[in-house]
C-alpha cells in the first residue's frame, strides 16, 4: 500500500477503502474464562499473567478469519497492550505470547486479511481501571497498586465484585478515572515529566524519559518478533492519550470534564487524597447540572504511597504537607515556555515522532496511525503534521454516539450533539449530525495534517442497551438500526473504518469482559445485528473514488469513480450473499464485470474506458 495525498492505494494504483474490526475487547486484560475479570483478586500482584490467547485461542483463529474475511472485515486494528508484552518487570518480555501472536498473524495472512497493530490504553492501566501499562510503571513511583482504589486514586470494576452490597458498576463509569490521581499523574509524567517534574528521576533518568524509553523498547521488541509477518500493514503510536493534569490553570477547578455525572473532583482534590487526606467530591446527577450528594474519598486516610516515597507533586514543590495540606502552586501545569501549553503539539507530538523514528528503523514503508485526543471534534485535539514531519502517517480518530454510549440506550429519532449540547430530533438530522462530526475529523486533518489519509478508528454500539431487551427476544433490529446509522455517516464521508469491536469470549452475561463493556458484534459463536455492519462498499476502486451509498430501504447500492484505463486490476465492490442474491439486478453502464458469489466480490474492469462510471446492484 501506498499513500498519495489523502488517498490510500495498491500496489495496481487503486484507491483503497480498508474496512474492518478492532480486535478485540477481550485484548485488554489477561486470558481467563468469562467472568473471572471482575473479581478483586484479578488485580492480585502475584496473580500470574498471560495474555497468550488474545484475541483468541490459536485452535480457533482460522474460523474467526474466516468469518471476517466473509464478513468483508479485511483491515483490522489488532490491540496489544504494553502489559501483555512487559508485565513481569522492565525488559522482560513475555516470549511465549509474541511467539503466539506472530501465529495468530500468519493465520490472518492465510485469509489475506491485513491488521495495523495498536498500543492500546485506556486511563493507563488495569490498577488505574483501565488497561495498558504495567503496574510495575506505577510501582517504581512508589505507588501501591493494593491502595488505588481505597485512597480515591482510581475506581476499579472490582469493587463492586458480583454486585457487592447490591451496588452495580455504574454505567460508563471508567473514564471519569481520567479525572483521578493514578491515570492523571501517570500520563502527566510520561508525556511532560520533563517540564512539571524535572527532578524526578527513576535509574538516573528523568521520568519522562524512562517510562517514554521503556514503552518504545517493548515495542520495538515487538516488531523484531514479528519480523516479516506480511499481515502487518502498520503501527499505532498510542490509543486514546490524555493530558492528565497538563494545561489546568487552576488546580483547585474542574477544568476538563470526561462524563457528566457521578463524582467530579478537582485535581487538587485527588492529589490531597492519594497522599492520605479526607475529601468530599461533589456527585453530579442530571446530565451533570446538579450535585445530587457528596462522596468521601480516601474516608480511611491511607496513603497510596509506600513507605519512603510521596506525591511526585509534592516533591516538584506544588504543594506542602505540614499540618494540613497546602496547595503552593494552583498554576502548575499552566505555562510552558511561556504560554498556556498545547498538550497536542507540545507533549503528544514530540513522542509521536520518538516512536516512530524508532518503528522506522526496521520498515521506513511502514504506516503509523496517529491519534489525537478522544473525539474528533474540537480543533485543538488534533495534532499538527507538516511536510519536515515523518510520512506514512494517517489520523486515526475516534468517534462515537456520545449519547447512547454513556446512557446505554438509543432512539433514531433522538441524539445529543456534543458540539453544541443541543438535542437533535429526527431521524434525517440524527444522521446528518453523526456525518458533520466525522466530516470535521476529516476538516481538522486536512487543516492542521496537510491533508493525510483518515481512518476513523473506532465507533460501535453498546449491545446491552435499552435494559438488555434484546438478550432476552433476540431481537436485534434496533442495533441494526444504529448500526446502519453509523456506517450511512461513514460512508458518507468515504472513511477507512474499523469498528469497535470483535471479542471473540464475548458472552451475554458478561459483555466484552472489560468494565462491563459489551460492544462486540461477535458472541457467543454467533454474529450480533448483522444487517447493520455487514453492508456492500468498494474495497478497491480502478480511478478515483467519488461517493458510495447503501440505500437499505431500497436494497441499493451505488458507487461513483472516476474509471482510469490505465489501471488493468478491477475495481472489487463487496457484496455480502445474506443480501446479494443470484436475483440481484447490476448495472456498470457497460463495464465487463464478473460476480463471484461464493466471494462475495463483484469485479469490474475499466478495459480500454476512462471518465466517470456508476455501478449499481439492487435486488
Known sequence: ????????????????????????????????????????????????????????????????????????????????????????????????????????????????????IDPHQDVWSRWSGGDGAPAWTMEKLGMNTDMFDRSGAAVTRQRYGLHRNNAQYPKMLWPSNYNRYAAATMFSLFFAGNAYAPDLKIENENVQDWLQNRYIAAFRHTQRRLKNCVAIKGWGVINEPHFGFIGHIDLEQIEEIVIPTGPRPSPWQTIQAASGHSVKVPVYSVFGKKISHYETFNPEGISLFKEGFSCPWKQAGVW??????????????????????????????????????????????????????????????????????????????????????????????????????????????????????????????????????????????????????????????????????????????????????????????YGDGWNDEDLSIFSE??????AGWKRPYPMAVAGKLLSFKWDTKRKEFICRFGADNKIKAPSIIYLPAVTFGASSKIETCGLRYEHNREEQRLLVYNDDYSGEAIIKVRL
Open 525 to 530: 459463536g454467533m454474529e450480533r445485528a448483522a
Open 320 to 509: 506542602q504537607d505540614s499540618s494540613e495540606p497546602k496547595l503552593l502552586r494552583r498554576d502548575h501545569f499552566g505555562k510552558y515556555n511561556g504560554k498556556r501549553p498545547a498538550f497536542t503539539d507540545d507533549f503528544l507530538k514530540p513522542f509521536s515522532i520518538k516512536f516512530i523514528n524508532t518503528m522506522k528503523e526496521a520498515d521506513e514503508h511502514t504506516f503509523f496511525f496517529i491519534e489525537g485526543l478522544p473525539g474528533c471534534t474540537k480543533a485543538d485535539s488534533h495534532i499538527s503534521w507538516n511536510e519536515n514531519d515523518p510520512p506514512n502517517v494517517i489520523n486515526a480518530f475516534h468517534w462515537y454516539d456520545g449519547f447512547s454510549l454513556f446512557t446505554k440506550s438509543f432512539r433514531s429519532w433522538f441524539t445529543l450533539n456534543a458540539d453544541s449540547v443541543k438535542l437533535v430530533l429526527g431521524k434525517k438530522n440524527v444522521i446528518a449530525c453523526f456525518t458533520d462530526c466525522l466530516a470535521k475529523g476529516i476538516e481538522h486533518t486536512v487543516r492542521k495534517m496537510k491533508n493525510k489519509p483518515s481512518l476513523l478508528g473506532e465507533f460501535g454500539l453498546a449491545f446491552d442497551i435499552n435494559n438488555r431487551k434484546a438478550f432476552k427476544t433476540g431481537n436485534y433490529s434496533l442495533h441494526e438500526k444504529a448500526l446502519s446509522m453509523y456506517y450511512d455517516a461513514v460512508d458518507a464521508n468515504m472513511l477507512h473504518s474499523t469498528i469497535w469491536n470483535y471479542s471473540a469470549s464475548n458472552t451475554n452475561k
Open 1 to 116: 500500500m501506498q499513500i498519495k495525498e489523502n488517498l490510500i492505494l495498491d500496489d495496481e494504483g487503486r484507491t483503497l477503502i480498508l474496512r474492518g474490526v478492532n480486535l478485540g475487547g477481550d485484548s485488554k486484560i489477561p486470558f481467563c474464562k468469562p467472568g473471572d475479570e471482575i473479581f478483586p483478586s484479578f488485580l492480585d500482584r502475584k496473580m500470574p499473567v498471560s495474555f497468550t490467547g488474545r484475541p483468541f485461542p490459536l485452535e480457533e483463529a482460522e474460523s474467526h478469519f474466516k468469518r471476517l474475511k466473509k464478513a468483508g472485515m479485511t483491515f483490522l486494528r489488532l490491540l496489544v497492550t504494553w502489559e501483555a508484552i512487559e508485565h513481569e518487570g522492565p525488559g522482560i518480555y513475555d516470549e511465549a505470547y509474541l511467539a503466539y501472536l506472530r501465529k495468530i498473524l500468519l493465520a490472518a495472512e492465510k485469509e489475506n486479511i491485513s491488521v495495523f
